[in-house]
């Protein structure tokens, strides 16, 4: 069964850093793309960040570049997500999903962890 | 950076009733478009990818069509487990954005 957990949210002061983990499970790890998306309160879901199966290639929002980092350590089956310089507006539960299903060049999202809450506030 | 459209951004409808969603993209996507449904408090679940493939798994009464830049998402016959918030997204780049969002509400 394929599982995806996501740990590392939390309470952090504006202008702080965090660093999201999630473990995966059930599937080869190495062969998947994967992508985090975020949701803030109420409102709709945001697609923040991709790391391709190797490591090889990351991608970003305009709204987190130069801020955020994805990362991956394929003997562990997880990805990261580091968060510098946390705003206000960076509050949201942050999901990770497996890239499962090709689709031109990219891939959409088969597997999503339960999500975790990040809220930037002094 | 492509954007994506979806019509009506609420919408209320009853038990059996056929369902229809639209989703706009800013520029030619071919059929690089999936569709999610989420519930409150859950992870959002695909439901129908490369415009018209629907996930395994998926209930036969969901479909989507379109092709460019106009997309639909059919719900034939509403059911109680539908109402939910639903999500176009294009796969068109690497940055793949969201549509904002349809909520569907029991009339």
């Known amino acids: 069964e394929v599982q995806l957990l996501e740990s590392g949210g939390g309470l952090v002061q504006p202008g702080g850093s965090l660093r999201l983990s999630c473990a995966a499970s059930g599937f080869t790890f190495s062969s998947h793309a994967m992508s985090w998306v975020r949701q803030a309160p109420g409102e709709g879901l945001e697609w923040v960040s991709a790391i391709s199966n190797s490591g090889g290639s990351t991608w970003y929002a305009d709204s987190v570049k130069g801020r955020f980092t994805v990362s991956r350590d394929n003997s562990k089956s997880t990805v990261f997500l580091q968060m510098n310089t946390l705003r206000a507006e960076d509050t949201a539960v942050y999901f990770c999903a497996r890239g499962g299903i090709r689709v031109g060049s990219t891939s959409c999202f088969d597997y999503w962890g339960q999500g975790a809450l990040v809220t930037v506030s002094s | 950076d492509i954007q994506l459209t979806q019509s009506p951004s609420f919408l209320s409808a009853s038990v059996g009733d056929r369902v229809t969603i639209t989703c706009r993209a800013s520029q030619d996507i071919s059929s690089y478009l999936a569709w999610y449904q989420q519930k409150p408090g859950k992870a959002p679940n695909l439901l129908i990818y490369a415009a018209s493939t629907l996930q395994s798994g998926v209930p036969s009464r969901f479909s989507g069509s379109g092709s460019g830049t106009e997309f639909t998402l059919t719900i034939s016959s509403l059911q109680p487990e539908d109402f939910a918030t639903y999500y176009c997204?294009?796969?068109?780049?690497?940055?793949?954005?969201f549509g904002q969002g349809t909520k569907v509400e029991i009339k």
């Open positions: 997204q294009q796969l068109n780049s690497y940055l793949r954005t």
